[in-house]
């Protein structure tokens, strides 16, 4: 950590007016988001973004840190909801008829967390399409082909 704070890639702080300044942020702003996120910790309730509440960690202790970092994400791993057969969730979890998706940017198939040392997983959702496509064309024979529609991410 040491080297990384020499070279300019990490900040810690006991101030999140100084993280906010290394970040190039509004430190009102940051501060302001801060303390509301907190206030979700201390209810158990994510009301912005549904946090799992387990996972809520309030940010009261510093020193704080911020990373620099580049783009190079492998994927969202939570993106498009989906089931184990591929079938594309709606907002109550159930299947919306003939669509589906497959790729690293879609979720429901893999835990809360993806291990990046073992990233691959995804490797297998890829090669499902032509079976797929099938399938689905046997279901979906006598309705509208423009009724289905594949995602590949």
Known sequence: MKKAVVGGMLKTSDSWAEIAEY????SEVLEATINEY????ELGNDRIFTKDRRFLT???NPPYYAIKCCLGFLGTIGGIKINHRMEV????????PGLYA???DTGGWESYT?????SGSTLVLPSTPAELRRKCRQLYSGNN??????ILI
């Open 89 to 96: 969730l709606n907002n109550q979890d159930n299947p919306i």
């Open 114 to 118: 993806y291990c990046s040392l073992l």
């Open 145 to 150: 082909p423009t009724n289905l529609m594949l």
């Open 58 to 60: 309030a940010l009261q």
């Open 23 to 26: 970040v190039g942020a509004n």
């Open 38 to 41: 907190n206030s979700f910790c």
């Open 102 to 104: 497959v790729g690293v």
